[in-house]
């Protein structure tokens, strides 16, 4: 993974002081909470609706060992023992205090990590494949591109002050893990005719209150040109992104609006004016940033792995973690190990600060020191020994890190809601609870397969509910929490936005909504049909009225 | 309301020697004038033809395009930010700078926050209208506060791959 250089310290370190002295004259009343305000955004300090929360960046989701022990750290020190991972790889702490804010900036800048843009109208922390070098089929790890990214987009003096926020996801497989789709702009690494690797550039995409599926404005753009192309596509939006409604402010309504082929000509002819300036990527700068991500020290080993079969014959809640937990390994002999944040009756994405201890000393004693975070709020070894899967397995259960669901009902996405957000209708976090509660029986989980549920809190969507299998959105009726139920949504490489259901349902209600969803997915579905290509052979209407009654 | 100008040996309190004109104000004998986009077009030759400098100022949602014949006629530009959000301004700097080659004096003006001059710095202003008492000090406070840079802009710092690459 990538290691900071004199220049990447000297940034952040100057960040932390820059906003030590911020944060003392907001302490010493010479800066107003207003005033204030902007200032502590561009380090991703938020004020909630019980205190301060602090949004850290965990650039496309890649940390080592040292620094998941970091924020084990912070979290014992600073806040209440545990943190939230986020669906957009950050690590959210609740509980800070504003005086001490600049000594965790402080420490994260000691493990090369900050809080730079994760909030505000600016380039936001970019998002990547959780099995980024792992994965099979993959054209280059498209790490090498997010941090070229990421060293762009940092205080970048042109674009810190956009018309709304602005998210960029990367993949380097054909398999679509990080929901590029549904982002203000996605970039999948292609080949052209010639074999040369470049990128697929998608615009225009996202959730919240107008869901897009993004367009693609340009199918294929040489590696090189990445920075000139993304310039370009900011500046328009930076001229062109509506400012007189923040409802309206993101790219895709700037797309929709502009229509996408008017917008690709804007955007093309921009980039005549900078393809060949100085932001062309230098191949020795390129060159560095890749061998940063060249693969760990890989054993040669054998393609077979008795002890992990023998164990798989023998216990059944070992053989359901590999099946569901366990991806396949670009190496032979290896194996991808994902660790589900979603236990039974927990908040999603939460991890204590023995959870993290834990998850950091098996980065070391069985994946190079390596973890990643995925944008379903889970955990991910990337590089396992596939024989060692059992003793893996052991260790992650004893610490309560063993749930076998990934992929499963029970591995819901979930936004903080009501419990955190000031921006909130209900609640979003206890609906995920009762949801793993009443589908906690292993067999059935088994018998639904692949479902993912995705619930918000709001219409702002972090929650990514318009893209789940099930959506769920928490509402404000008269005071009341109500959920609104749409179902059909995928993040993946055939991305599609759910369709409401019909009307909504109190806080009661909709987990057996949810109940009536699935057994009518199951009594309908053919074998070996997924509940969302059941949904897509036979359309909305017998879940309507298993819900709703007959019309 | 202070004028600071960024120059090369540091940041000075200067006298503004332009007045800026309503679109409906008499034009004046004499003396610099800063006047609208639309009215800089409507009085185009009146305005050319007098001897004193001409400066026209942009609102955020006017495209620098439209001066861009022009700049050689013109002593100062001035990009307006109604509201310091509003950052469409930077990318009209950079372009006069970069794209449409203007050496004059840019200058921001409206809702300038003084954590922003680093960035308006490097986008190519070099005056800022700044309503604090504390202008001078709070510009030395800031800028130059983070050392490193990333972006190429045409302020020609040297960024970080150009150091890494030894090439300045």
Known sequence: ?551 | MALLESRTDGPALVEDRFVRLADDAALPAEGAVLVSLVRFEKERAALLARKAPLGVWLASNQTPAAISNELDRLALVALDFPVFSDGRAFSSARLLRERYGYKGELRAIGDVLCEQLPFMLRSGFDTFEMKSPKALEEFRAVVGEVRVVYQPTGDGRATAIDRRLGRR
């Open chain 1, 1 to 551: 993974m990538y290691h900071y250089d004199e220049y990447d310290h000297a940034l952040v370190q100057d960040r932390v002081a820059q906003f030590r002295r911020q944060v003392e004259r907001r302490l010493a009343g010479e800066l107003t909470e207003d005033q204030f305000r902007p200032l502590r955004l561009m380090n991703g300090l938020y004020l909630q609706l019980h205190a301060y929360m602090l949004r850290i960046a965990i650039p496309y989701g890649t940390l080592d060992a040292r620094q998941m022990r970091k924020l084990a750290y912070i979290a014992r020190r600073y806040d209440k023992g545990y943190g939230h991972f986020t669906t957009r790889h950050n690590m959210q702490f609740n509980w800070p205090k504003l005086e001490e804010t600049p000594d965790i900036l402080a420490e994260l800048a000691s493990v090369e990590m900050h809080a730079i843009q994760t909030s505000g109208n600016c380039i936001r922390n970019v998002t990547s494949d959780q099995y980024a070098g792992a994965a099979e089929g993959e054209i280059e790890d498209p790490r090498i591109w997010c941090e070229i990214i990421r060293q762009w987009s940092t205080l970048h003096p042109e674009f810190s002050f956009l018309p709304r926020k602005f998210k960029i996801a990367v993949t380097g497989s054909e398999a679509d893990r990080a929901a590029v789709k549904v982002h203000d702009i996605g970039l999948i690494m292609r080949r052209d005719g010639a074999g040369q690797a470049g990128f697929e550039v998608i615009v225009g995409g996202g959730l919240g209150r107008t869901p897009f599926i993004g367009k693609t404005i340009r199918p294929f753009l040489p590696k090189e040109d990445l920075l000139s192309y993304l310039e370009a596509i900011l500046r328009v939006y930076n001229q062109l992104g509506r400012r007189d409604n923040k409802f309206k402010a993101r790219i895709k309504v700037t797309v929709h609006e502009t229509g996408a082929e008017e917008f690709t000509r804007l955007v093309e002819a921009e980039w005549l004016q900078i393809k060949d300036s100085a932001l062309k990527l230098p191949k020795q700068e390129v060159d560095r940033i890749a061998r940063h991500f060249e693969p760990p020290a890989f054993r040669v080993l054998s393609k077979t792995a008795p002890a992990t079969e023998a164990r798989i014959a023998r216990d059944r809640d070992f053989a359901a973690w590999v099946r569901h937990n366990v991806a396949a390994h670009k190496v032979s002999g290896y194996a991808i190990a994902n660790i589900s944040l979603k236990p039974i009756g927990k908040p999603p994405g939460d991890a204590t600060a023995e959870q993290m201890d834990v998850v950091a000393d098996l980065a070391d004693a069985f994946s190079f020191g390596e973890i990643r975070v995925t944008h379903a709020q889970n955990l991910v070894l990337p590089h396992v020994e596939r024989d060692r899967l059992p003793e893996l397995y052991d260790r992650l259960a004893a610490a309560g890190l063993a749930a076998s669901n990934i992929g499963l009902i029970s591995d819901i996405i979930a936004c903080p809601g009501l419990d955190y957000c000031s921006l909130a209708n209900a609640r979003s976090i206890p609906i995920a609870e009762r949801i793993t509660e009443r589908f906690a029986d292993r067999d059935r989980l088994e018998l639904i397969g692949e479902m993912q549920i995705k619930s918000s809190g709001c219409i702002n969507a972090c929650g990514h509910h318009h893209v789940g299998h099930i959506g769920i959105l928490g509402v404000d009726r008269k005071g009341e929490e109500h959920y609104q139920v749409q179902i059909g949504g995928s993040a993946s490489e055939d991305a599609a936005l759910g369709r409401i259901l019909g009307r909504g349902f109190s806080a009661d209600e909709v987990v057996d909504v949810v109940e009536k969803i699935v057994d009518t997915y199951l009594a309908h579905r053919n074998a070996g049909e997924t509940f969302i290509e059941t949904y897509r052979r036979i359309g909305q209407d017998p879940f309507k009225e298993r819900v709703y009654g007959a019309a």
